[in-house]
């Protein structure tokens, strides 16, 4: 025994000798090196990337707004600034439907939120994940369903003429918009609310009880305050999405209700770069003001509710009978028909749509895009091309926005000076419409840029990859970073303990342990590139690059089988992805 404690000893002391330790250093000296600026590698290459597909390009729509001629002059700012259309009509406008949206979706979220956070019942997972449904659904499949069913030959008229009542012109209308604006955001309120509300402090509620509040009492003053910044943060970001909307008014409103998005659509269609590029700025400003406070609020609530003892849920149904618990079922029932009419309607119309005529079975709406296929001209939409770039870009997006969106998840979830300034810069792109980003592309990439004496340009097909890729990869964050950050952190210091680098920390331990979430996030990038319209309209070069929510949108308005049936096949293509990202179980923050 005394002579292994005195050889261990000496191997100490051999260790400790001057020359071996100079040896170790030089060994250890570069993994060591490579170890310490990992990160920050990591940070400076995900920085250039963002730099180069969103931060330039949009950079290049703001200087067409204060540049002219080759020279600086701010007159496109100034001319949208000061001119009563733009501000009244354009601006106001904007606003005004934004703002009636927002109440709309706030009304037909919170019950649905109380539902969820408050009631056990069978299905209550699954009805949770479908609050998902703004961030898979593709805007233009909205336009479509809504057509099928409100349009002069939709659904709603075909069932009003049945029993003899006289049919209903509601498109283009104000109400067509805000009921389809609804449609995506309502389930973003639910989301956020519900969040909120599993998260109240049982303990505040108990103790007010105990101090003599009724019910109502501590609802209105326990419960309500803690509900009160979700609640206004949900709206806060249904505003943002709904002021930056373009989709959905392009095709319901029309001329009379469009939006500012459709008016710097419309003046870069007229090469008027100069008054799209004030009028994207104008907007911008608007979206990532209130972003910022989203993000700020979610820091907070990130800070405050961990260690939370929450509500338990109650039964949905219960066996006993009571006057309130009879009143609460007819409410949920009448909620019930209330949601069945604005989300299942809409995509239940555009099925019947794409599948009869006249009330009668037919496949004709799927020949005609067979015969299109076989017969249509160059400049045509054809359908199998549109799924095959549908299918390609989403891939090549998924390729790039996946290994992005891990990276600044990793990032975001780290301790240091300065995160949130990451965190907001990296979330830039959800506050920034795609309008703008597609606007940005066309101009800082596909026009191309001079250096080192020699034009670097990009193909349509490669800013289209770009565009979809800076949509998703937030998404991919928000979805990765929330699992990494409640990891338990004795894991990596064991790694760590044990000689694992960061870097091998992370690969090994860390992504690992959190790979539904990655794989959650890679579903959702490859949702939102399949259903991505908005740049894509600008960068489509033609039918070559034209992909299914494009071809949609061509068809609706001309042909409602068509338009319904590519919505069907797109729909098919969304609802796959959104399988992948309820039954993995990943979770979107926010």
Same mark, same amino acid.
């Given at each position: 025994?005394?002579?292994?404690?005195?050889?261990?000893?000496?191997?100490?002391?051999?260790?400790?000798?001057?020359?071996?330790?100079?040896?170790?250093?030089?060994?250890?000296?570069?993994?060591?090196?490579?170890?310490?600026?990992?990160?920050?590698?990591?940070?400076?290459?995900?920085?250039?990337?963002?730099?180069?597909?969103?931060?330039?390009?949009?950079?290049?729509?703001?200087? +067409?707004?204060?540049?002219?001629?080759?020279?600086?002059?701010?007159?496109?700012?100034?001319?949208?600034?000061?001119?009563?259309?733009?501000?009244?009509?354009?601006?106001?406008?904007?606003?005004?439907?934004?703002?009636?949206?927002?109440?709309?979706?706030?009304?037909?979220?919170?019950?649905?939120?109380? %539902?969820?956070?408050?009631?056990?019942?069978?299905?209550?997972?699954?009805?949770?994940?479908?609050?998902?449904?703004?961030?898979?659904?593709?805007?233009?499949?909205?336009?479509?369903?809504?057509?099928?069913?409100?349009?002069?030959?939709?659904?709603?008229?075909?069932?009003?003429?049945?029993?003899?009542?006289?049919?209903?012109?509601?498109?283009?209308?104000?109400?067509?918009?805000?009921?389809?604006?609804?449609?995506?955001?309502?389930?973003?309120?639910?989301?956020?609310?519900?969040?909120?509300?599993?998260?109240?402090?049982?303990?505040?509620?108990?103790?007010?009880?105990?101090?003599?509040?009724?019910?109502?009492? *501590?609802?209105?003053?326990?419960?309500?305050?803690?509900?009160?910044?979700?609640?206004?943060?949900?709206?806060?970001?249904?505003?943002?999405?709904?002021?930056?909307?373009?989709?959905?008014?392009?095709?319901?409103?029309?001329?009379?209700?469009?939006?500012?998005? %459709?008016?710097?659509?419309?003046?870069?269609?007229?090469?008027?770069?100069?008054?799209?590029?004030?009028?994207?700025?104008?907007?911008?400003?608007?979206?990532?003001?209130?972003?910022?406070?989203?993000?700020?609020?979610?820091?907070?609530?990130? *800070?405050?509710?961990?260690?939370?003892?929450?509500?338990?849920?109650?039964?949905?149904?219960?066996?006993?009978?009571?006057?309130?618990?009879?009143?609460?079922?007819?409410?949920?029932?009448?909620?019930?028909?209330?949601?069945?009419?604005?989300?299942?309607?809409?995509?239940?119309?555009?099925?019947?749509?794409?599948?009869?005529?006249?009330?009668?079975?037919?496949?004709?709406?799927?020949?005609?895009?067979?015969?299109?296929? *076989?017969?249509?001209?160059?400049?045509?939409?054809?359908?199998?091309? *549109?799924?095959?770039?549908?299918?390609?870009?989403?891939?090549?997006?998924?390729? %790039?926005?996946?290994?992005?969106?891990?990276?600044?998840?990793?990032?975001?979830?780290?301790?240091?000076?300065?995160?949130?300034?990451?965190?907001?810069?990296?979330?830039?792109?959800?506050?920034?419409? #795609?309008?703008?980003?597609?606007?940005?592309?066309?101009?800082?990439?596909?026009?191309?840029?001079?250096?080192?004496?020699?034009?670097?340009? %990009?193909?349509?097909?490669?800013?289209?990859?770009?565009?979809?890729?800076?949509?998703?990869?937030?998404?991919?964050?928000?979805?990765?970073?929330?699992?990494?950050?409640?990891?338990?952190?004795?894991?990596?210091?064991?790694?760590?303990?044990?000689?694992?680098?960061?870097?091998?920390?992370?690969? +090994?331990?860390?992504?690992?342990?959190?790979?539904?979430?990655?794989?959650?996030?890679?579903?959702?990038?490859?949702?939102?590139?399949?259903?991505?319209? +908005?740049?894509?309209?600008?960068?489509?070069?033609?039918?070559?690059?034209?992909?299914?929510?494009?071809?949609?949108?061509?068809?609706?308005?001309?042909?409602? #089988?068509?338009?319904?049936?590519?919505?069907?096949?797109?729909?098919?293509?969304?609802?796959?992805?959104?399988?992948?990202?309820?039954?993995? #179980?990943?979770?979107?923050?926010?």
């Amino acid at each position: 025994m005394d002579r292994r404690v005195g050889a261990a000893l000496r191997r100490r002391v051999s260790d400790a000798r001057p020359g071996r330790l100079l040896r170790r250093a030089r060994v250890a000296g570069p993994a060591a090196l490579a170890d310490r600026f990992a990160l920050p590698l990591l940070a400076a290459v995900t920085a250039l990337l963002l730099a180069v597909l969103f931060y330039y390009p949009v950079a290049t729509v703001f200087v +067409d707004a204060v540049v002219e001629g080759g020279r600086v002059t701010f007159g496109p700012l100034v001319e949208v600034f000061t001119d009563e259309f733009y501000l009244v009509r354009v601006l106001g406008f904007t606003a005004y439907q934004a703002l009636l949206s927002t109440l709309l979706s706030v009304l037909l979220g919170l019950p649905g939120a109380w %539902v969820l956070a408050r009631f056990e019942f069978r299905g209550r997972d699954t009805l949770r994940s479908v609050t998902m449904v703004p961030f898979v659904v593709p805007s233009v499949l909205v336009a479509a369903a809504f057509y099928a069913t409100f349009g002069a030959n939709g659904t709603l008229n075909a069932a009003l003429s049945a029993v003899g009542l006289p049919e209903l012109d509601l498109l283009p209308s104000l109400g067509a918009v805000l009921v389809a604006h609804a449609f995506y955001n309502a389930p973003l309120v639910t989301r956020v609310v519900a969040a909120a509300w599993e998260s109240v402090d049982a303990g505040a509620v108990e103790t007010a009880r105990s101090l003599g509040a009724s019910r109502r009492r *501590a609802f209105r003053d326990v419960v309500v305050p803690q509900l009160l910044p979700a609640l206004l943060t949900g709206a806060a970001l249904t505003f943002v999405f709904t002021f930056a909307t373009f989709a959905i008014p392009l095709a319901l409103g029309g001329s009379q209700y469009a939006t500012i998005e %459709v008016f710097i659509y419309s003046a870069r269609r007229q090469l008027e770069y100069g008054r799209a590029a004030s009028l994207a700025a104008l907007e911008t400003g608007v979206s990532l003001s209130l972003m910022a406070l989203y993000l700020r609020y979610e820091r907070a609530q990130a *800070a405050e509710r961990r260690g939370v003892r929450t509500l338990a849920r109650r039964s949905l149904w219960p066996d006993s009978w009571s006057r309130e618990r009879a009143a609460r079922r007819l409410a949920i029932t009448g909620y019930a028909v209330v949601v069945a009419l604005v989300f299942v309607a809409p995509l239940a119309s555009m099925l019947y749509a794409s599948v009869s005529v006249d009330g009668r079975f037919t496949l004709d709406a799927y020949r005609f895009l067979l015969e299109r296929q *076989a017969t249509g001209a160059a400049f045509q939409v054809k359908p199998f091309p *549109a799924i095959v770039n549908s299918l390609l870009f989403g891939a090549a997006a998924l390729a %790039v926005a996946l290994p992005l969106g891990v990276a600044m998840g990793v990032l975001t979830t780290r301790r240091f000076r300065g995160r949130w300034l990451v965190d907001a810069l990296s979330m830039a792109p959800l506050a920034v419409s #795609g309008i703008v980003v597609g606007l940005g592309l066309l101009r800082g990439l596909v026009f191309g840029f001079e250096a080192f004496g020699y034009r670097f340009t %990009v193909t349509g097909a490669v800013a289209i990859v770009a565009a979809h890729a800076v949509g998703a990869y937030p998404f991919v964050v928000r979805t990765v970073a929330p699992p990494l950050d409640r990891l338990d952190r004795a894991l990596v210091e064991s790694a760590r303990a044990l000689g694992a680098s960061r870097a091998r920390t992370v690969l +090994d331990v860390e992504l690992p342990l959190v790979w539904p979430g990655v794989v959650a996030g890679a579903a959702f990038a490859f949702a939102i590139s399949i259903g991505e319209f +908005d740049a894509t309209v600008i960068l489509a070069e033609g039918g070559g690059t034209y992909t299914m929510p494009v071809a949609v949108e061509r068809f609706i308005g001309r042909r409602l #089988g068509p338009a319904t049936a590519m919505g069907t096949v797109l729909l098919a293509v969304t609802a796959a992805s959104f399988v992948v990202i309820e039954r993995v #179980g990943g979770e979107f923050r926010g």
